[in-house]
């Protein structure tokens, strides 16, 4: 793959009129790297069927050629046509070969995402321009449960400082997209999320919303005292509240009826296998990425189409030359997407290479910040980057956001991923005696004696992200068998 220029920060373009746009290339830019390896093979697949211009490289005369002599090859040879990858050295459990007919072509494109849903209202408002161009950044930021997840101070650094909003302008712009369906999108934490659904006037159909004292006590839960609320204290909150108890009671009702993740409809339950968009091999020199060559379209400009554009005045064929110059983009944003990927991926895999070599317990402390420093790039395009992207490792295949996680502290004065944490508790209750499993604080005694201080919650907190159930009820799992 050609050398690509690395992918930038959104630049916008202040236009007559005080519209404030991205250009056409620089959105399609931003929304190809967003998308997953599926995705993109749909958004490809629509873009073939209305450009002409555009075509696969294994589409074309001699393509086919080619692949039928080199079928016909394998047949008198009599040897597999899946041996084409050069053979993985030292990766363990990998069964010797990675070729293209490991990773099929993705087989179906996800349904209605929820950017689409939100953008397809955004269209119908009768906002400004620069409102709609704004409201869109802060869609593209959404997590995938409906939260933004930056400042809108970090959101307003990224622009130009010639062309910027003010941030009272982001506020606009985020005010509009919190009034989309479904309710409670572009909260900044669950508190928000939470309250948008509160003052939602359709909640009123509710019993509960129906009292004005209890949807008053709801909102005031949420906006102040939602870790109380996870305690179960209804005393505390009462008195915290200043309500009764049957106040509290119909309010905490009201507050289970609404949705802490509103974008929870729009995502898909993953897929019993990741297709791969690199792939970590142990070579002498070390462990080399490369991208996985299944995952990667190869595009090209039509070339009959191409000629008879070449011969002509470019008045003549005036809608051609437009597909032309979108082909074009098309094919070299797909290149800047994979280009920014596999840059991405080298990065982790150099701060990483003692997962590589001995396993997820060796992880190290990585934030989004590190790779965007050593990279040039925004925090933003790394987040894009490693979301929904994947990466075979001698330890299955990863996303890329699994290498990242904030640092835990040990007693040597060094610091260990929350990752590897995890995995020392995985460990640890796997060879537990089933008749006495271990509690949280036996737990946090343990990883103290291998220099690992946390607290009692959040070996609860890390217990739970792994699906592992409390001490007392994995004894009473034990007992009924």
Known sequence: MQNIVPMTRPILELRPGQHLTLTPQLQQSIRLLQLSTLDLEAEISQVLADNPLLEREDDTPAAEAQAESERESSVQDDEPAAERETPVDEMPGSGGVYSDEDFGPPETA???????????????????????????????????????????????????????????ELRAALSLLQSFDPVGIGGR????????????????????????????????????????????????????????????????SLILRLEPRPGRAWTVPAADYAVPDVIVRKTRRGWQVTLNSAAVPRLQINGLYAQMLGNQKESAHAG?????????????????????????????????????????????????????????????????????????????????????GAGVSTDGGDATSATAV????????????????????????????????????????????????????????????
């Open 110 to 168: 996800r349904p209605d995402t929820l950017r689409e849903h939100l953008l397809g209202q955004l269209m119908l408002t009768r906002a400004a321009p620069r409102d709609v161009v704004l409201a869109a950044l802060l869609i593209d930021e959404l997590d995938e449960n409906g939260y933004l997840g930056s400042p809108l101070e970090e959101i307003l650094g990224w622009l130009p400082a010639d062309t910027e909003p003010d941030i009272d």
């Open 189 to 252: 934490d669950m508190a928000e999320c939470l309250l948008l659904q509160l003052r939602n006037p359709d909640l009123t159909r509710l019993p509960e919303a129906a009292d004005p004292a209890v949807l008053a006590c709801a909102r005031q839960i949420c906006a102040q005292h939602l870790p109380l609320l996870a305690t179960g204290n209804a005393a505390r909150l009462c008195a915290a509240v200043g309500c009764d108890e049957a106040t509290f009671r119909a309010a905490h």
């Open 320 to 404: 051609l030359q437009s597909q032309l110059q979108q082909a074009k983009w098309m094919i070299r944003n797909v290149e800047q997407r994979f280009d920014t990927i596999l840059r991405v991926a080298q990065a982790i895999v150099e701060r990483q290479t003692a997962f590589f070599s001995q396993g997820p317990s060796a992880m190290r402390p990585l934030i989004l910040k590190d790779i965007a420093g050593e990279l040039g790039l925004h925090e933003s395009t790394i987040s894009r980057a490693t979301t929904q992207k994947y990466m075979l490792t001698p330890f299955g295949t990863l996303e890329l956001k699994r290498f990242f």
């Open 422 to 481: 995890q995995t020392f508790i995985r460990q640890m209750v796997a060879e537990e005696n089933r008749a006495k499993p271990l509690s949280d604080s036996q737990i946090m005694q343990k990883l103290a004696d291998q220099g690992i201080v946390i607290a009692r919650r959040t070996v609860a907190k890390y217990r739970e992200a792994l699906r592992i159930a409390p001490a007392t009820l994995r004894k009473a799992q034990a007992s009924a068998r």
